[in-house]
């Protein structure tokens, strides 16, 4: 460790800006992921945090591949509505930070985060360690909890499980949404490593919920050497849809027809699953309740805006592209038979004039990876699925690790044979250009990853965009 890695002259102070802190602790450690909890631990322990967690609150940790945003979202709703107050942590956000932190599904204030920051960085100082962003931000997250003294605590782990820091603390519940192939610099290159970092949450005697029907040997290893209680989907609980209002919930002790929500049903019956077998008092009516409200920006997120239809999910991995595909593909049924009906209440000869010179409704892709994805995997998926895709808008993220323009545009001429491919700067530029280059008919998909959505969302909030 070096004496820059822990100098102060640069330390903001409880005057600075949000901004400046978030500036301030991505320069501090020589690395943006640094896996392990050696580090983190003694600081953790300094603040107290992890007694506070143990001793004053039910802690869901939510740990997989795809899905921890949704299933963490619903969780906390459901505990909300129950009259708990809950705190959610998340990661990563779309457009501010704060979305990350929220007790009672409010985004804490600038002063509460600069508040925790300079008290874990005071911590850090005197332990004489060197942490990461995530693992400076995500203290700062467990103290802000701590101290507003919250009934529930619902955490999504950031990367992996095993040696992720939000796993400092000891979880009531787990739950792992699923497992596939993503990150396989830190994680491995197939299932069974993978699973074996992710059921690293798991601790003696609590109770995991696995949200898929396929589980890797070594999450079962886990469960066993825990001697933890799974409730598996497929086996222990299930669902189906009854209409697109209503689905129904099953497992061994209850059945309920429940409100549909805007979120994932997968996501929802791992989420309710969890609750249930919680010793938390949640009835029916908050459950319903929680689901007629729960809502999350991103995730499979349908929309109108500046007279056009969007989708926007974050899927940045194939099975997060299966995942939007399951779903996208009877929306745009939907969406056309909406087109239709409209069109079918427009009869005026003027009307008739119009549908005669406009083009059938087609789906345009605003679309950008990180290059460290296999965008090669999720392009083919997106090619593959038989959508009718006229237009793809691709740009670079404004991100170290984004992929260049060029490299997507390689990508995309292998697999596209009958659309147009667009290419911009800026995913700004792509969001206008989509904007003008579609009819009000058509649906927008936004898909790539989180900083596609972030980006495309904070160009739609620009005035000159109409």
């Known amino acids: 460790m070096s004496d820059s890695s822990l100098s102060t002259s640069n330390t903001p102070t409880e005057h600075s800006s949000l901004t400046e802190w978030l500036d301030y602790m991505q320069q501090i450690h020589v690395s943006a992921i640094d896996m392990g909890l050696s580090r983190v631990l003694p600081v953790a322990e300094a603040l107290g945090v992890v007694q506070s967690a143990k001793d004053d609150a039910y802690v ?26 809950t705190a959610l942590y998340q990661s990563p956000h779309l457009s501010v930070f ?20 300079s008290k874990v960085e005071a911590a850090r100082l005197r332990c004489a360690l060197t942490l990461s962003f995530f693992e400076m931000t995500t203290l700062a997250a467990l103290l802000i909890f701590a101290e507003a003294d919250c009934d529930v605590w619902v955490l999504e782990v950031g990367l992996g499980g095993r040696l992720d820091v939000v796993n400092i603390i000891d979880p009531d519940m787990a739950v792992i949404t699923n497992i596939a192939i993503d990150h396989v610099d830190w994680l491995g290159d197939n299932v069974e490593d993978i699973g074996r970092e992710k059921a690293g949450i798991l601790r003696d005697g609590i109770t ?25 989907a497929g086996q222990d609980f299930d669902y189906r849809e009854v209409d697109t209002d209503v689905w129904q919930y099953s497992n061994a002790a209850v ?18 699953s969890a609750v249930l077998a919680s010793p938390l008092n949640i009835d029916k009516k908050a459950i319903e309740q929680a689901l007629q409200t729960v809502k999350l920006a991103g995730r499979f997120d349908y929309r109108e805006t500046h007279n056009r239809y969007w989708l926007f999910d974050v899927a940045h991995n194939e099975q997060g592209v299966e995942f939007l595909l399951a779903q996208l593909l009877p929306l745009w049924q939907q969406h056309l038979a909406t087109q239709n009906s409209a069109d079918a209440l427009n009869q005026s000869s003027s009307s008739q004039e119009n549908q005669a010179n406009r083009k059938p409704a087609s789906i345009k892709m605003l679309f950008s990876m990180l290059g460290d994805k296999d965008i090669n995997k999720v392009v083919q998926r997106l090619t593959e699925a038989g959508l009718p895709i006229s237009d793809w808008f691709i740009a670079e993220i404004d991100y170290p690790r984004a992929a260049s323009t060029e490299q997507l545009q390689s990508i995309l001429a292998s697999y596209v044979d009958n659309a147009q491919i667009h290419e911009f700067k800026r995913l700004s530029e792509a969001t206008d250009a989509v904007i003008k280059g579609s009819q009000a008919q058509d649906l927008i998909v936004v898909c790539g990853s989180f900083h596609t959505i972030g980006e495309t969302l904070a160009a739609l909030a620009v005035d000159n965009l109409s």
């Open 60 to 85: 869901f940790t939510v740990a997989g591949t795809n899905g921890k945003g949704s299933t963490t979202a619903v969780i906390a709703q459901m505990c909300q509505a129950a009259g708990y107050k």
């Open 255 to 272: 059945t309920m027809q429940l409100p549909r929500p805007a979120l994932s049903l997968t996501n929802t019956a791992n989420a309710l």
């Open 208 to 232: 995991l919920v696995y949200g898929a029907t396929a589980m890797p040997a070594s999450v079962q290893q886990a469960i066993d050497t825990h001697q933890a209680t799974c409730y598996q």
């Open 98 to 117: 704060n979305e990350r932190v929220r007790i009672n599904g409010d985004m804490v204030s600038d002063e509460t985060l600069i508040d925790a920051f």
